[in-house]
């Protein structure tokens, strides 16, 4: 039987972190998320958050939030199954299904309670779950609590999938995918990947969480795509373009039906403070109307590629607000990391093992102006001067 973590161990973890300089720290932000934050005592440009539509300081937003309060409390007082499902869930779900074209939806407390959801109520030991490499974490979480088989495929690989596949005749099988890549930003060929499934009767998880709120006119990845199957669970979140907090599944009322009854992290959980439920009916409303700030946020997107490029930063083939600037090493990455912030631009540096190559994280949100993404570049551009 192994050890009973102690506190010397723990100790010696945290120690071991620190020297290999992986200890993950907490920085405090002073200010609503915006195109600029107060992080400690500096003024920082941020290309760091997922607010894609620059909606998490929206004054009609807030407005909604504090009406919703006014309405409904702040808690919503129990899980959504014993006394907590209360009527602006009920329109938010509405107004969600109907905006990504599914029957029916389901909210969750966070995208990641929902995937975790997901799997709990759709595998077990017996499924073979098929993760693209690239996947958000959350994806991966489920299967490896169900002990379910995982198997990671190369990223965006639909031959080695198929083959993968195949080996797994007599098995259950899922296969997950982010729709944009949380690190890459690139998208997954959601079409031929429901053809595959369709061929292996496996199931297709896709993971919107940075396409809802932005592609297809706002109404997410999946809209508008022909898809081979049914076996299709959409989830996506509330936390990214609508700029607030929670996360959604979508898909056939008997899928939803399904999920209410085992979904342990939709049964087991506090549902949604009501008043959050109520602005983000308002958010999806904002979203779904905001079609300038999607056309200047695909502006800024482009400025961004071509300036980067032709000062000859390393892009990765993305179109959407998530542009990584690949680095040759994390050591490279914490270098730029913290010479940006010294000129008052904060980018995240992502390093293994968060992603196979360190790179700055640059993300654009319709919050920023064209300067701002001048700004940027004319930073970079001093950085490759100094080097
Ligand atoms: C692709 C993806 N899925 C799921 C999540 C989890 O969503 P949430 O932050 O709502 O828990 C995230 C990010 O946080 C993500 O990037």
Redesign the pocket.
């Known amino acids: 039987m192994g050890k009973l973590l102690g506190w010397s161990e723990i100790e010696l973890e945290l120690e071991q972190l620190e020297s290999q300089e992986l200890r993950r720290k907490l920085h405090v932000v002073r200010s609503p998320q915006d195109s600029y934050v107060i992080r400690g005592s500096q003024r920082l440009l941020s290309f760091c958050s997922?607010d894609y539509l620059g909606l998490a300081n929206h004054p009609e937003i807030i407005g909604a939030l504090r009406q919703g309060a006014r309405l409904y409390g702040v808690g919503a007082g129990g899980s959504h199954l014993v006394c907590g499902h209360m009527q602006p869930h009920v329109e938010l779900e509405q107004a969600l299904s109907e905006c990504v074209g599914q029957e029916a939806s389901l909210l969750f407390g966070?995208?990641?309670?929902a995937?975790l959801g997901i799997m709990g109520a759709l595998a077990s030991r017996h499924t073979t779950f098929f993760a693209d490499r690239l996947?958000?974490a959350?994806?991966n979480e489920g299967a490896l609590l169900l002990r379910a088989k995982l198997v990671r495929y190369q990223h965006m690989n639909l031959s080695q999938l198929s083959r993968l596949m195949s080996l797994e005749k007599n098995r259950q099988k899922i296969v997950a995918t982010?729709a944009v890549f949380?690190m890459d930003g690139d998208r997954a060929p959601l079409e031929e990947l429901s053809g595959l499934c369709a061929e292996h009767d496996a199931w297709l998880i896709v993971?919107d969480?940075?396409g809802f709120g932005l592609l297809n006119a706002g109404r997410g990845s999946l809209y508008g795509t022909r898809l081979a199957t049914d076996q299709i669970v959409y989830m996506a979140?509330?936390?990214?373009a609508l700029g607030g907090?929670?996360?959604f599944v979508a898909g056939r009322q008997i899928l939803i039906d399904y999920l209410v009854q085992k979904a342990k992290s939709y049964i087991y959980t506090t549902a949604m403070p009501p008043a959050m439920a109520y602005a983000m009916c308002h958010a999806l409303q904002v979203a779904t109307m905001a079609h300038e700030k999607r056309e200047h946020l695909s502006r800024l997107i482009q400025v961004f590629r071509e300036g980067a490029s032709t000062l000859g930063w390393e892009l990765l083939p993305s179109d959407t607000p998530i542009q990584p600037v690949m680095m040759q090493t994390s050591k490279r990455a914490m270098i730029l990391y913290n010479r940006l912030l010294e000129r008052g631009v904060l980018v995240p540096a992502i390093r293994p093992p968060t992603v196979a190559q360190a790179r700055l994280r640059v993300s654009l949100s319709a919050a920023h102006t064209n300067e701002d993404v001048l700004k940027l570049l004319e930073v970079l551009d001093g950085l490759l001067k100094r080097e």
């Open positions: 997922n966070s995208g990641y309670l995937n996947n958000h959350s994806l982010d949380s993971d969480a940075h979140t509330l936390s990214k907090y929670g996360a």
